[in-house]
């Protein structure tokens, strides 16, 4: 069945590292991808998305490519900041859009 | 736009009672979803609304969680009697189509003692 694979954590990081979180997929078709963010004590916000192969997401610095060769969509930053510190999730909707699926979740620490 | 609306926030209970959860969504949204997420792991749909028809209940334990969309608006999930494994967050979510990117509430932490 469709699914997500992401990295597990945790992430630690200092202050303007780059970033790099994994996510491959598996999914029949062509599903659209997502990257969500969960700040402490939150919940799940959109961060970025990507609905067909070779697109790029992006939103507040952090981007990821919809690549279909390698079913994946990593999620990058060039320089992390202290407020970015939270769990990531990577998610599939498939393209019949009615299912969802999220990876387990890549919590990212970054210390000053 | 209004986010959606989730109470309350937190609780807590003894196991075998019952509790239920309140979602009020984004106006004009007619996907509703809500999910478990336990601690350390990724949300897990439990059911999925499309006005107030469900779409999916799969995973949906229904001897004891029951949910509920009667007006196409707002929305509950029940559970009873709760179980110790129950404990989770449980978060509500609405999107203006299924295909459609979600928006989440702020989710109730639940508590099983």
């Known amino acids: 069945g469709d699914s997500v694979t992401q990295m597990e954590g945790p992430v630690t990081l200092s202050e303007e590292a780059f970033l790099t979180i994994n996510c491959t997929y598996t999914?029949?078709?062509?599903?659209?991808l997502f990257w969500y963010v969960q700040y402490p004590g939150e919940g799940l916000q959109l961060l970025l998305k990507?609905?067909?192969?070779?697109d790029k997401g992006s939103n507040k610095g952090f981007e990821a490519t919809y690549r279909k060769e390698t079913t994946s969509f990593h999620l990058e930053k060039g320089s992390v900041q202290v407020s970015d510190s939270a769990v990531y999730f990577c998610?599939?909707?498939?393209?019949?859009?009615?299912?969802?699926?999220f990876g387990t979740g890549t919590s990212l620490t970054v210390i000053p | 736009e209004a986010g959606v609306a989730q109470s309350p926030r937190y609780k807590i209970i003894e196991k075998r009672q019952s509790v239920a959860f309140w979602c009020n969504p984004i106006?004009?949204?007619?996907?509703l979803y809500w999910y478990q997420q336990i601690l350390g792991q990724g949300p897990k749909l439990l059911i999925q609304?499309?006005?107030?028809?469900?779409?999916?209940d799969s995973q949906l334990p229904k001897d004891r969680f029951s949910a509920e969309r009667l007006k196409g608006v707002d929305s509950t999930l029940k559970i009873q009697p709760a179980k110790l494994e129950d404990s989770a967050v449980y978060l509500c979510?609405?999107?203006?189509?299924?295909?459609?990117?979600?928006?989440f509430g702020s989710g109730t932490r639940l508590t099983v003692v």
């Open positions: 990507a609905t067909k192969a070779d």
């Open positions: 979510a609405s999107s203006y189509t299924s295909s459609g990117t979600h928006t």
């Open positions: 999914a029949t078709g062509y599903p659209s």
């Open positions: 106006s004009g949204h007619a996907t």
């Open positions: 609304f499309q006005n107030n028809g469900v779409v999916d």
């Open positions: 998610a599939l909707s498939t393209n019949t859009g009615n299912q969802f699926y």
